[in-house]
Structure formats: C-alpha cells, structure tokens
C-alpha cells in the first residue's frame, strides 16, 4: 500500500507516521519535481525511513532532475510534464517534453545511479505503455484511459448519440480548485484561480467491446506481449536490451494507423 505527500507543512512527519501505520512506499508528489524544495523535502523524509525504505519523488524530464532527487534520496522518480489527457500544462506555460524522449535520458540516468523511474501519463493505448517499457521505464502510471470504464467514480452519462462516458478532469483544473479552496476566503480563492491549469469536463468514453479495467489490462497485456515477441524478449529487462529506438514522423504514425473507411 502506498501513500503520496506533497511538499508544504510538515511532510517528512507525515511520511514516518503512514509508514507506522503499515504504508510500504510513500510518494513524494509535485508537479514540478526538480526544485529546492523537493530536494528539501525528499532528503528530509529520506532521514527518518529506513535506508532500503522505498521513496518515489516527481515529476520531472531530465537526466538532472533525476539526479538531483535520488542523490537526495529517492529511490524512484516520476517522470512526466504535461503528457496527460486532462492536463493543458503545455499549452498554458511551454514547459514540458515528449513523453517517450524523458523516460529514455531519465531511465538512463536512474540506471547509472541504482534507480528506477516510472513514466507517468501520455497512456491512450497499449503501444504506449509497450514503449514507456522499451525507454526503460520500470512502472507505467495510467488514469484517464481508465477513468472511461464502469469501475471509476462519477456517473455514467450519455450524449446526444447515446455513447456511454464518464467525466474526468484535471487536479489542477477550475474545477478541483474550486473544491479544494471551498472553505477559504474570497481573496485566497481568486489567487489560487489565477494558476489553474487542465480541463474541468473531459468526456472519457466507455468501449462497448472493452468497458471495464479488466478489459482494458487485458488488451494492455495482450499488446505489451506482442511487443516482446516481435523484439524476441522473454522479459522487461531483456525487451529493454533489445528494443532499437529510432525517430518516426507525423506521417510515418498515420501509416500505421488502421483505416475503418476505405480511400
């Protein structure tokens, strides 16, 4: 069982307590991962767990931003800025990197040091997570793609067509803002508002051949598998060895695609 702790108030305290109270892994989660205070608060909760007690810090894209945490004593680090389906951090502030390319410079720096990362968001397939293993990724985070399944929280609603969907949105979003700062004063709420970031409402639909998480792991499984024959790997650490990373085009993509309606 995990737990995830943010950076303000007292967290190397918190982190000893979940510990006590039977957490194996505590995350140390921010959205912008390689700073002072992070490395602050990663060596601060490194000094009270157990050497081989297991740390996760993030996000970050960066070799250095890798470096800097587990030489603060991470053991795991998050790798990801702006890849996901809810969140708009591109597109309001630039700041951010292709999926694939940060976990392949971060896993390379984490092998170096006795680390691991984990590639977290930019999921909408099988494929992706068949490459977030290939870049050297240990774990592979998924959330929206399975928020449009029957097992989620929320409703299920449906549009004008009758397709089946659940509402998703972003952590950082008017709209968890709005729930999150519901109890403090005006000022304070339009502070905090003015640095919303993700979508409040995005419509995740249900497959009508894939609509629980089982259906969706199974596809996952099935796909990552046949990643590894066509690489000829019996494991992940062997898929890894044997993966060949090459660049492809916008074009070479849609190539690949399927087509439903004939040209």
Not at 65 to 85: F, N, T
Request: hydrophobic share 45%; with cysteine; net charge negative.
């Amino acid at each position: 069982m995990g737990a995830a702790i943010g950076m303000n108030g007292d967290p190397a305290r918190r982190a000893a307590e979940l510990v006590a109270a039977g957490v194996d892994v505590i995350v140390v989660d921010t959205a912008h991962g390689h700073q002072d205070r992070m490395v602050e608060v990663v060596r601060a909760v490194r000094a009270v767990l157990p050497d081989a007690f297991p740390i996760v810090a993030g996000n970050v894209v960066t070799a250095a931003g890798v470096r800097d945490l587990v030489q603060a004593g991470a053991s795991i680090v998050k790798v990801g800025v702006g890849p996901g389906a809810m969140c708009t951090t591109r597109m309001q502030t630039g700041v951010g990197r292709p999926q694939f390319s940060a976990v392949l410079e971060c896993s390379r720096e984490a092998a170096q040091l006795g680390a691991h990362v984990w590639a977290d968001g930019g999921v909408r397939h099988p494929r992706d997570v068949a490459l977030a293993l290939a870049a050297g990724a240990s774990n592979v985070m998924i959330g929206s793609w399975f928020a449009g399944t029957h097992e989620s929280p929320g409703d299920l609603q449906y549009d004008a067509d009758g397709r089946a969907y659940k509402e998703s949105f972003g952590m950082a979003s008017a709209r968890a803002v709005a729930d999150r700062t519901e109890g403090e004063d005006a000022f304070d709420r339009a502070r905090k508002g003015l640095f919303e970031e993700g979508i409040s409402a995005g419509r995740m639909y249900l497959d009508p051949g894939r609509p629980g998480v089982e259906d969706l792991i199974d596809s996952i499984v099935a796909g990552v598998r046949s990643s590894f024959t066509y690489a000829g790997a019996g494991s992940i650490a062997e898929f890894r060895e044997r993966a060949i990373v090459g660049i492809q085009s916008a074009s070479g993509y849609r190539e690949g695609a399927p087509v439903p309606v004939s040209w």
